[in-house]
């Protein structure tokens, strides 16, 4: 299929297609011919854009929103539509007339729909897989003012992309970056997983809560600036930090609650995300901001709470904003074994939000506060934070006797304390393991009797691996002889 067409003056998208517009260039040849066979790895967890804005007009954005590009004009090309889906539909929707939408986003869309039809560049067409311009997302800076267009493309080919970008920030001066990112794959997903800075240092820098964050095009922003700062100031008052609370900061983004909740009465934050770049951009927010006792893990939130409550970890808190979809079974009993006092849940999705409320009451905890917060204005959709609080003890709490001498408190140690063996199997073995670990191991070496745990059925085994590291310590440190395991 040839990436040109003939130019057919016909009105739809934003504004109505014309001649004029339209000037070919043979560089330009190669745009709308980006199908290509080559496929990004499929990626398993939601992407940021899976939230409300850019699905559908009834989310649009005030400071971050993503835009499908459509060819109008019956397909001929002579016509571009950028706007977003009508609900449950991937009919595009003209937005330039939209009240909730950001000015300067409007502009960028305009400049770029008029640049895509001067150089005769071809939209994504979903139904073909043909098309080069797939999504425009613009994110605006708040306080900032800086600007970020994401180009999503089908292909990694833009000949003609410093000449695109010159004629956008000539139009749209405001704009500070401008990135490619290539989507090749027939998916709803909005973004691909390479990316191309193409002018520009490639995020936006935005001010939140009296902290300073870095965005980049990967990473999940809320769209509306004003009430992000009413959302989670009022998570941080529900979760009642008092200066001594080890928080987890779950599906953390680039670390925007973790990092006010360090910033406000958390004694530490863990904060966990699965998207890298998003990590990247939140232990990049800790350095700029100077904040030393929060650390970022890019991982599944559900692995990384179910080995944290393995490795027979607590946490006091847990600060969790999950997507639409809402949090796995596994991740909540996770949180349960974890022996949270508090969970502050914050969702963008009342379904799954009502979901997740129930299973954490079976799991012990009781719904104290649950209030709306209005983050999509003049739309059906609303933001709801619950608090929830522990009130039955945790099922799995490991119950170990530690001699204070043991702890390295008061008096000459005699014998390695857990955190003498800890020390030694991390740094001989690289392995972390938890004092339930190490108690369990010294009562099967009859070193220790472990207390009495009994309606506590949930307690796991030492894995293979650690027992072995273990047992290593033990006889590192003279507490067991060569073999003495063995029997
Ligand atoms: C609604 S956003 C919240 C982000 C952040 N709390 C904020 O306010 O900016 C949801 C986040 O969940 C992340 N996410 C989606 N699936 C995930 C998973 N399985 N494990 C960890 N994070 C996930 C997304 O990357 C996104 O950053």
């Known amino acids: 299929m040839s990436p040109f067409v003939p130019a057919r003056g016909k009105p739809g998208g934003i504004g109505a297609g014309r001649a004029s517009d339209r000037r070919t260039h043979a560089a330009e040849a190669r745009y709308g011919a980006g199908q290509s066979s080559r496929r990004s790895p499929a990626r398993s967890h939601a992407r940021p854009h899976d939230r409300p804005h850019g699905r559908s007009p009834l989310a649009a954005a005030r400071s971050d929103r993503a835009s499908a590009v459509g060819q109008g004009g019956g397909g001929s090309g002579a016509d571009i539509l950028i706007g977003m889906y009508a609900p449950g539909t991937h009919r595009i929707v003209r937005t330039d007339g939209c009240l909730v939408e950001n000015p300067q986003a409007q502009q960028v869309i305009r400049a770029v729909r008029s640049i895509m039809l001067r150089y005769g560049m071809l939209a994504y067409n979903e139904d073909s897989h043909q098309g080069f311009m797939r999504h425009v997302v613009v994110r605006v800076g708040h306080r900032s003012g800086e600007v970020l267009v994401t180009l999503v493309t089908n292909g990694d080919d833009f000949p003609a992309s410093r000449s695109f970008c010159r004629e956008l920030t000539r139009r749209c001066p405001f704009v500070t970056t401008v990135v490619q990112n290539v989507n090749e794959r027939q998916t709803n997903v909005v973004l691909g997983s390479r990316e191309r800075r193409l002018y520009g240092p490639g995020f936006i820098l935005d001010e939140l809560c009296g902290l300073s964050f870095r965005i980049s095009s990967q990473s999940f922003y809320q769209v509306n600036a004003t009430q992000t700062e009413v959302l989670y100031r009022r998570t941080i008052e529900l979760a009642q930090l008092s200066g001594t609370q080890r928080v987890i900061d779950a599906y953390c983004g680039t670390g925007t609650i973790g990092l006010v909740a360090a910033a406000n009465g958390a004694r530490e934050v863990v904060g966990v995300d699965a998207v890298e770049s998003a990590i990247g951009d939140a232990r990049e927010n800790a350095r700029h901001n100077g904040i030393d006792n929060a650390r970022f893990v890019a991982a599944d939130a559900t692995a990384f709470m179910r080995d944290m409550a393995r490795a027979g970890e607590r946490a006091d808190v847990v600060i969790m904003d999950p997507p639409r979809a809402g949090a796995t079974e596994e991740c909540l009993a996770a949180i349960a074994e974890l022996g949270a006092d508090r969970v502050a849940y914050v969702s963008c999705n009342p379904h799954t939000h009502a979901r997740d409320l129930r299973f954490l009451a079976q799991q012990g905890y009781r719904l104290e506060t649950l209030q709306g917060v209005d983050m999509f204005p003049h739309t059906a959709h609303v933001e709801s ?78 894995p293979p691996e650690k027992r072995e590291a273990i047992l290593d310590a033990f006889r590192h440190f003279g507490m067991i002889e060569d073999g003495s395991e063995e029997d």
């Open 385 to 462: 934070i619950a608090l929830l609080t522990r009130e039955k003890p945790v099922k799995s709490y490991a119950y170990v006797n530690i001699s204070p001498s043991e702890l390295g408190m008061g008096g000459e140690i005699k014998k390695p304390t857990y955190e003498n063996i800890r020390e030694y199997v991390k740094k001989t073995h690289g392995l972390t393991v938890s004092s339930l670990n190490i108690a369990q191991m010294k009562a099967e070496c009859g070193l220790e009797k472990q207390a009495d745990r009994s309606g506590d059925k949930k307690q796991p085994n030492c």
